[in-house]
């Protein structure tokens, strides 16, 4: 039987369909509106509980209405919004299926091919087919079996939609090999047609399908070259960046020959109409001077291949180029790293230039020699037939070496990208058993295929790209808007940049952010600079902490203020060394936080829920605390820290922790990650195996069984789990958590002392801890540890001696009275307090020693005190109507209601009619977990 709230969904939905059914264009445009107005702002799992009844039905609705109608104007857009809605469903895989098999796909690939849709419309379209095509290679199959290839082709060099294509197209590449080549070739051919912020993507795609795709094809050479025509210096940047992939590849010679050859055009090229002042060919004449220095002065082989090519005749005429300035500039710094590499080099050079010249080229900047360069110069330097005799180089037998070392290389790159498939036929054509491979690899006697630290970590550069991209743009939709991210973003001074942010992430150590939110708003309004903090006092602190938890936390905030301002002339510390090194209790994870998030640096942080991803992610099932695993983990974070947005990159994964790979219940199938996360791969191949094995199917194909890779190591690997895979814990399996100690027991003795106060109310004697320790410097009711085998009377002795010596006036065990027992669970200790309470004339209470104090109950409420005081209290006020009033000389008119009722001798006890609720007053009593 379904609950009533079921049955009300039902009665919704039935209700729109029959009105969907029978309505016409506007009709159904108004339900639609309704639809997203309902269900736009709505979780996953409420998604699913409102949908699950019916959403089969309307989607195929949709799916038929959008069909016919697309091209009518104002129905698509929210047609794709309602669509939106459930392909991001938690159950997406399911309503993703049944979009395919209505046709769906093939729809949305005729929405982008018509001319009639609105770039915008086909921009959401491209979104949706990229949420499809990453839920896995199944749909990446059906888009490019659907003419996607050639349609997100022309979508590129359309006037919109560039980037969503260019995103779908990279994500399409990822699937089956068969479709590689032709995204691959179609990507070439596309790099001379499209605007420059394409040819970006365009490149950057490139990069990433060269390294699945193996030998490159001479084709890409001649278009590759031609971008450096760009006048977009990061269009230049990344032709450079795949021009040094390649070479390792066979095309290597070729496109050194180019760069080579566009250092000196020929003369027709010279002579095309001019591009925005420069000749395109001069540009790129400029591009392929920076591209050579770049590469020559990274490797020395390459420099000296490209020495045996001629490219110091044809630098010197670059440089003697006075048509453009940058193309001089960027040939003599590049000629600069030649003659300094090689001096006989030098002597050709001389030889050309002349002894005048060639004193100002290496006696001052090269990148200002053009400026000291008269037209006599210019034109000796542009008739040059310099020829340096390539045999001393001895340059074939480096070439072939150099080109043997960088296919080993590029292999390399590509074997880590090869999937498990491949690893486990291997396996499986040896007929090695797991047990013989442990052995062998603990023997020694072959090393395994895969090393363990390709299966856990990120060894492919293109895969670490993707994985960035998808999550930051899942993290700019997804954020949660916090006080520290926004003053991170807003806030102009650096100084008080890195004091928030440091702020934040101390108190978000051990504590949530729901919990954060409020003590930091305080915070910073109070203390808004670290000048502010210093100049508090701890106890200030300590009040505006409390409540918060791990106690040392504030403490150390104020003592780091303090020597910023003293020591450090109130500037913050600006790297992560400093951070490190200035700041007490700040530790390598703060202060690589502190420094991506407040100043930009490309540090990675591990924290609880990064250690939480990255171990899912890569599949890492030691003991996260271990120091292999630790220092695996700091590698991993490292490895993938987005350099153009650290502190947001570190933010991402933090949240991606906190809200979808949570510790319990994980979201994967609405985790952007997922397609790079080797536990969920895992689950899905086990769920797979699981089923055929119900169905009875034996016949174990290799490819049926694994599509991932999986840790040839073995039982020799330190960062696999002892423990074997358990199906019913699914990605929960990683991390594995270390045996956590049992808290130790502790029994403390304290005594609320009460005196009459000066008006109609109670005071509270309170004594200050000492300042290091668990609960440093906050105060306590007057309390001691309890000795095992302390009889009743010892410990009432020992309590009065005690109180005795804090107020220097004799009190006597007669006056304790026994309260109860308060039990309080730090994350070390499970201390039970054994609450006494003593009443006490005010006569006798006069004296106040050092470190103590006396509180009215409203004071005491805003005073620096631990939960465990509140708790402690709270035992003592429902159980103060059982004890006399301390109102010997004057008794209240409340303690006359003492008698009552329960409840207002309660109130009564206290004496006072200005109480604030008890409610108000432990609304933030909660289980504390720290000191
Ligand atoms: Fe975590 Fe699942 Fe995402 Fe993997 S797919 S990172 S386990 S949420
Ligand atoms: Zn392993």
Same mark, same amino acid.
């Given at each position: 039987?379904?609950?009533?709230?079921?049955?009300?969904?039902?009665?919704?939905?039935?209700?729109?369909?029959?009105?969907?059914?029978?309505?016409?264009?506007?009709?159904?445009?108004?339900?639609?509106?309704?639809?997203?107005?309902?269900?736009?702002?709505?979780?996953?799992?409420?998604?699913?509980?409102?949908?699950?009844?019916?959403?089969?039905?309307?989607?195929?609705?949709?799916?038929?209405?959008?069909?016919?109608?697309?091209?009518?104007?104002?129905?698509?857009?929210?047609?794709?919004?309602?669509?939106?809605?459930?392909?991001?469903?938690?159950?997406?895989?399911?309503?993703?299926?049944?979009?395919?098999?209505?046709?769906?796909?093939?729809?949305?690939?005729?929405?982008?091919?018509?001319?009639?849709?609105?770039?915008?419309?086909?921009?959401?379209?491209?979104?949706?087919?990229?949420?499809?095509?990453?839920?896995?290679?199944?749909?990446?199959?059906?888009?490019?079996?659907?003419?996607?290839?050639?349609?997100?082709?022309?979508?590129?060099?359309?006037?919109?939609?560039?980037?969503?294509?260019?995103?779908?197209?990279?994500?399409?590449?990822?699937?089956?090999?068969?479709?590689?080549?032709?995204?691959?070739?179609?990507?070439?051919?596309?790099?001379?047609?499209?605007?420059?912020?394409?040819?970006?993507?365009?490149?950057?795609?490139?990069?990433?399908?060269?390294?699945?795709?193996?030998?490159?094809?001479?084709?890409?050479?001649?278009?590759?070259?031609?971008?450096?025509?760009?006048?977009?210096?990061?269009?230049?940047?990344?032709?450079?960046?795949?021009?040094?992939?390649?070479?390792?590849?066979?095309?290597?010679?070729?496109?050194?020959?180019?760069?080579?050859?566009?250092?000196?055009?020929?003369?027709?090229?010279?002579?095309?109409?001019?591009?925005?002042?420069?000749?395109?060919?001069?540009?790129?004449?400029?591009?392929?001077?920076?591209?050579?220095?770049?590469?020559?002065?990274?490797?020395?082989?390459?420099?000296?291949?490209?020495?045996?090519?001629?490219?110091?005749?044809?630098?010197?005429?670059?440089?003697?180029?006075?048509?453009?300035?940058?193309?001089?500039?960027?040939?003599?710094?590049?000629?600069?790293?030649?003659?300094?590499?090689?001096?006989?080099?030098? $002597?050709?050079?001389?030889?050309?230039?002349?002894?005048?010249?060639? $004193?100002?080229?290496?006696?001052?900047?090269?990148?200002?020699?053009?400026?000291?360069?008269?037209?006599?110069?210019?034109?000796?330097?542009?008739?040059?037939?310099?020829?340096?005799?390539?045999?001393?180089?001895?340059?074939?037998?480096?070439?072939?070496?150099?080109?043997?070392?960088?296919?080993?290389?590029?292999?390399?790159?590509?074997?880590?990208?090869?999937?498990?498939?491949?690893?486990?036929?291997?396996?499986?054509?040896?007929?090695?058993?797991?047990?013989?491979?442990?052995?062998?690899?603990?023997?020694?006697?072959?090393?395994?295929?895969?090393?363990?630290?390709?299966?856990?970590?990120?060894?492919?550069?293109?895969?670490?790209?993707?994985?960035?991209?998808?999550?930051?743009?899942?993290?700019?939709?997804?954020?949660?808007?916090?006080?520290?991210?926004?003053?991170?973003?807003?806030?102009?001074?650096?100084?008080?940049?890195?004091?928030?942010?440091?702020?934040?992430?101390?108190?978000?150590?051990?504590?949530?952010?729901?919990?954060?939110?409020?003590?930091?708003?305080?915070?910073?309004?109070?203390?808004?600079?670290?000048?502010?903090? $210093?100049?508090?006092?701890?106890?200030?602190?300590?009040?505006?902490?409390?409540?918060?938890?791990?106690?040392?936390?504030?403490?150390?905030?104020?003592?780091?203020?303090?020597?910023?301002?003293?020591?450090?002339?109130?500037?913050?510390?600006?790297?992560?060394?400093?951070?490190?090194?200035?700041?007490?209790?700040?530790?390598?994870?703060? $202060?690589?936080?502190?420094?991506?998030?407040?100043?930009?640096?490309?540090?990675?942080?591990?924290?609880?829920?990064?250690?939480?991803?990255?171990?899912?992610?890569?599949?890492?099932?030691?003991?996260?605390?271990?120091?292999?695993?630790?220092?695996?983990?700091?590698?991993?974070?490292?490895?993938?820290?987005?350099?153009?947005?650290?502190?947001?990159?570190?933010?991402?994964?933090?949240?991606?922790?906190?809200?979808?790979?949570?510790?319990?219940?994980?979201?994967?199938?609405?985790?952007?990650?997922?397609?790079?996360?080797?536990?969920?791969?895992?689950?899905?191949?086990?769920?797979?195996?699981?089923?055929?094995?119900?169905?009875?199917?034996?016949?174990?194909?290799?490819?049926?069984?694994?599509?991932?890779?999986?840790?040839?190591?073995?039982?020799?690997?330190?960062?696999?789990?002892?423990?074997?895979?358990?199906?019913?814990?699914?990605?929960?399996?990683?991390?594995?958590?270390?045996?956590?100690?049992?808290?130790?027991?502790?029994?403390?003795?304290?005594?609320?002392?009460?005196?009459?106060?000066?008006?109609?109310?109670?005071?509270?004697?309170?004594?200050?801890?000492?300042?290091?320790?668990?609960?440093?410097?906050?105060?306590?009711?007057?309390?001691?540890?309890?000795?095992?085998?302390?009889?009743?009377?010892?410990?009432?002795?020992?309590?009065?001696?005690?109180?005795?010596?804090?107020?220097?006036?004799?009190?006597?065990?007669?006056?304790?009275?026994?309260?109860?027992?308060?039990?309080?669970?730090?994350?070390?200790?499970?201390?039970?307090?054994?609450?006494?309470?003593?009443?006490?004339?005010?006569?006798?209470?006069?004296?106040?020693?050092?470190?103590?104090?006396?509180?009215?109950?409203?004071?005491?409420?805003?005073?620096?005190?631990?939960?465990?005081?509140?708790?402690?209290?709270?035992?003592?006020?429902?159980?103060?109507?059982?004890?006399?009033?301390?109102?010997?000389?004057?008794?209240?008119?409340?303690?006359?209601?003492?008698?009552?009722?329960?409840?207002?001798?309660?109130?009564?006890?206290?004496?006072?009619?200005?109480?604030?609720?008890?409610?108000?007053?432990?609304?933030?009593?909660?289980?504390?977990?720290?000191?």
């Amino acid at each position: 039987m379904s609950s009533p709230e079921e049955q009300a969904n039902l009665g919704r939905a039935l209700d729109f369909l029959r009105r969907w059914d029978r309505g016409d264009g506007p009709v159904r445009v108004r339900l639609l509106r309704s639809f997203l107005n309902r269900n736009a702002r709505k979780t996953f799992y409420e998604l699913e509980v409102d949908l699950a009844q019916t959403a089969s039905l309307l989607l195929a609705r949709i799916t038929v209405w959008m069909r016919v109608s697309f091209t009518a104007e104002g129905f698509l857009a929210l047609q794709l919004k309602a669509l939106g809605i459930f392909l991001s469903a938690s159950n997406h895989d399911q309503y993703l299926m049944e979009f395919l098999q209505g046709g769906g796909v093939v729809i949305l690939l005729d929405v982008l091919s018509s001319s009639q849709v609105q770039n915008d419309d086909k921009t959401e379209a491209l979104r949706l087919l990229l949420n499809i095509s990453d839920a896995g290679r199944k749909y990446k199959e059906f888009i490019c079996e659907h003419n996607g290839v050639e349609i997100l082709s022309d979508c590129m060099v359309g006037s919109d939609g560039g980037d969503a294509a260019g995103a779908l197209l990279e994500s399409l590449s990822h699937g089956n090999p068969k479709y590689q080549d032709q995204i691959y070739r179609s990507l070439i051919g596309l790099l001379t047609r499209v605007r420059p912020r394409a040819q970006l993507l365009l490149l950057q795609t490139l990069r990433s399908v060269q390294l699945k795709l193996g030998p490159a094809h001479d084709g890409i050479v001649a278009p590759l070259l031609n971008t450096l025509r760009s006048l977009h210096l990061d269009v230049q940047d990344e032709a450079c960046n795949l021009i040094r992939d390649l070479m390792g590849d066979g095309v290597r010679v070729k496109l050194l020959s180019g760069l080579v050859a566009l250092l000196k055009p020929v003369e027709e090229e010279t002579r095309e109409p001019e591009v925005t002042g420069s000749l395109a060919v001069f540009v790129q004449q400029a591009a392929a001077a920076t591209a050579i220095r770049s590469l020559a002065e990274e490797d020395e082989e390459i420099s000296r291949e490209l020495l045996s090519l001629g490219v110091v005749p044809n630098l010197l005429y670059a440089l003697g180029n006075q048509e453009h300035g940058e193309a001089q500039i960027q040939a003599s710094l590049a000629l600069e790293h030649f003659v300094r590499s090689d001096p006989s080099v030098g $002597a050709h050079v001389r030889r050309v230039m002349g002894s005048q010249l060639f $004193a100002a080229f290496t006696h001052s900047k090269a990148d200002t020699l053009h400026m000291k360069m008269d037209k006599r110069q210019a034109e000796v330097l542009l008739s040059n037939h310099l020829h340096i005799d390539p045999g001393r180089c001895k340059q074939r037998a480096w070439r072939e070496k150099r080109i043997l070392f960088w296919s080993q290389k590029m292999s390399r790159l590509r074997l880590t990208s090869i999937k498990g498939k491949k690893l486990l036929s291997e396996a499986e054509e040896t007929k090695t058993s797991t047990r013989k491979r442990r052995k062998t690899a603990v023997e020694g006697e072959e090393a395994p295929k895969a090393s363990p630290s390709s299966y856990h970590s990120f060894c492919d550069p293109a895969e670490v790209v993707q994985l960035r991209r998808k999550l930051l743009s899942w993290y700019d939709r997804e954020k949660r808007e916090l006080p520290w991210r926004t003053l991170a973003v807003t806030e102009a001074d650096v100084n008080i940049r890195t004091y928030a942010v440091w702020v934040s992430e101390v108190m978000l150590q051990q504590t949530q952010v729901a919990t954060v939110t409020d003590y930091y708003n305080r915070w910073m309004k109070r203390w808004p600079t670290v000048q502010h903090l $210093a100049a508090a006092t701890l106890q200030e602190v300590n009040q505006m902490w409390a409540g918060l938890g791990y106690y040392s936390r504030g403490k150390r905030l104020h003592e780091g203020a303090q020597k910023v301002v003293s020591e450090l002339k109130g500037q913050m510390p600006h790297t992560v060394d400093d951070l490190l090194k200035e700041l007490p209790g700040v530790g390598r994870y703060t $202060a690589a936080a502190v420094a991506s998030i407040a100043l930009g640096q490309v540090a990675g942080v591990v924290d609880g829920n990064v250690t939480r991803v990255l171990c899912r992610l890569r599949a890492i099932g030691a003991d996260s605390t271990s120091p292999a695993a630790n220092q695996a983990l700091w590698g991993l974070a490292n490895v993938l820290v987005d350099s153009e947005r650290p502190g947001d990159f570190n933010q991402a994964m933090m949240e991606l922790g906190a809200r979808v790979c949570t510790p319990k219940g994980p979201l994967c199938s609405r985790c952007p990650v997922r397609a790079h996360c080797r536990s969920h791969q895992k689950v899905q191949v086990q769920q797979e195996q699981n089923t055929k094995k119900l169905l009875g199917r034996t016949d174990r194909s290799v490819s049926e069984v694994l599509d991932v890779e999986d840790c040839m190591r073995g039982g020799t690997c330190p960062l696999c789990p002892l423990e074997p895979w358990d199906d019913s814990l699914g990605v929960q399996n990683f991390p594995r958590k270390p045996v956590k100690k049992a808290p130790r027991a502790e029994r403390t003795l304290t005594c609320v002392v009460v005196r009459p106060g000066e008006q109609d109310d109670h005071e509270f004697l309170l004594t200050q801890r000492p300042n290091k320790g668990l609960l440093a410097g906050l105060w306590e009711f007057p309390s001691l540890l309890l000795q095992d085998g302390d009889s009743d009377a010892e410990r009432r002795r020992a309590l009065c001696h005690q109180i005795s010596r804090t107020l220097n006036a004799d009190v006597s065990d007669g006056l304790l009275r026994h309260v109860g027992e308060v039990v309080h669970v730090f994350s070390h200790i499970h201390q039970t307090y054994v609450v006494y309470s003593a009443r006490l004339k005010r006569s006798d209470a006069r004296v106040q020693a050092e470190n103590t104090q006396w509180l009215t109950r409203s004071a005491l409420q805003g005073a620096a005190v631990s939960t465990g005081l509140k708790k402690i209290l709270k035992l003592y006020e429902s159980r103060a109507g059982l004890e006399e009033s301390p109102k010997e000389e004057k008794p209240s008119k409340n303690a006359e209601r003492v008698k009552t009722s329960k409840k207002s001798r309660a109130a009564a006890a206290m004496g006072r009619a200005r109480q604030l609720p008890l409610n108000s007053f432990f609304k933030t009593l909660k289980e504390e977990s720290g000191s």
